[in-house]
């Protein structure tokens, strides 16, 4: 089978479409017949060594497909049931071992390019809204980078909470994508102080949360935007790692500083379950609306990592074997 390999971490070159062997399910695990995977900003750490991993690796941590065969107890999964996933190594591939319990079944009818845009990313606002800092009605909250994948999400999962929404952007193109996911003030991060156009808005009362997964050039003026008891969630670091913190900035306000990530928020097979349900449900029933703004061939798997830590992707970027 085909599938997109390192053996050394750096640039999207050494991103490698080759043949490896098939894998072979073992005790509670399936072999999924990948017909899309997630391309995700995480894949980015992975690549560049960021994110430190066994050599030679496949990349990839989203997919959904076909169950072809499973291994020695496995229970509620059987070969031919169409399947969606993410947290799991190895998804650039034209097939994949996945342990059976983080398996989700898509609803019936939704294609699985849906399930392998709507995860990781889905279930990632999904816990940050409604668990890390979960939003009240009337609190105004900041979501960074609100054009890409889980900006675009996390807009419209705060708005069905009833949050007010402000939302960075790097562009014109993307300030309309936030926009009409929901955001009421986008700013542009670029060209305007978006701490000094909070404070403008906020009368200077501050925020009850901010999102920030751009890390190293917003965190500052991220923490500057609360209010007292306001929540920092830095789930990321799409600019650079955000250097050491004095723990004094947050007693400017009784700040309250969180570094989440989504395998805590779905440790468990009900947590798990419960996360995806929603997300898929929602989008099912249109409450959610999904973005797969960019198709990739596998074999150009290089390519769709340029575009999107290149900031020119906008929504969610997905691959397709080929
Ligand atoms: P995005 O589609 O959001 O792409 C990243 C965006 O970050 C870019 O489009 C860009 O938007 C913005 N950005 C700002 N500065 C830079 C920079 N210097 N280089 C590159 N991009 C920059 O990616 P994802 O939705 O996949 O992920 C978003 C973030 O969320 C990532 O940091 C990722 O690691 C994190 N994440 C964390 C998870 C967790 O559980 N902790 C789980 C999933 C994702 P713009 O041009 O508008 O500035």
């Not at 995977?37 to 750490?45: A, F, L, P, R, W």
């Not at 300030?175 to 060209?191: H, M, S």
């Not at 004094?248 to 798990?272: C, D, I, K, M, V």
């Amino acid at each position: 089978m085909k599938a997109v390999q390192i053996t050394q971490f750096g640039g999207p070159e050494v991103m490698q479409y080759k043949d490896v062997p098939t894998p072979t399910p073992g005790k509670g695990e399936a072999l999924v017949q990948i017909q899309a995977s997630g391309v995700n900003y995480t894949d980015i750490y992975s690549r560049a060594g960021v994110n430190p991993g066994p050599l030679p690796r496949t990349l990839g941590v989203e997919g959904a497909g076909v169950v072809m065969a499973i291994g020695s107890d496995v229970t509620g999964v059987k070969r031919g049931d169409v399947v969606a996933y993410c947290s799991v190594g190895g998804s650039y591939a034209e097939q994949a071992v996945v342990p059976a319990n983080r398996l989700i079944a898509m609803p019936k009818g939704m294609d699985a390019k849906i399930g392998a845009a709507a995860m990781l990313q889905g279930m990632t606002a999904h816990y940050l809204c409604h668990s890390t800092y979960r939003v009240q009605r009337g609190d105004k909250v900041l979501i960074h980078a609100g054009a890409g994948g889980v900006g675009l999400l996390l807009i419209q999962m705060v708005k069905a909470l009833g949050g007010y929404v402000f939302s960075t952007v790097s562009t014109d193109a993307k300030a309309k994508l936030a926009q009409q996911a929901g955001a009421d003030q986008v700013i542009n991060y670029t060209t305007q102080d978006f701490a000094q156009e909070i404070k403008t808005a906020t009368k200077g009362a501050g925020l009850q949360a901010v999102y920030d997964a751009v890390g190293k050039t917003t965190f500052d003026k991220s923490v500057a935007c609360l209010a007292p008891r306001g929540y920092m969630v830095l789930y990321g670091q799409a600019s650079g790692p955000v250097p050491p913190v004095d723990m004094r900035l947050l007693g400017n306000g009784s700040l309250f500083l969180t570094r989440p990530g989504l395998g805590h928020y779905t440790a468990s097979r009900q947590e798990l379950e419960q996360r995806a349900g929603d997300v898929l449900n929602w989008i099912q029933s249109g409450k959610l609306k999904l973005r797969v703004e960019h198709v990739f061939p596998l074999s150009k798997a290089a390519e769709a990592h340029k575009q999107l830590e290149s900031r020119a992707t906008t929504g969610k970027v997905i691959l397709v074997p080929g």
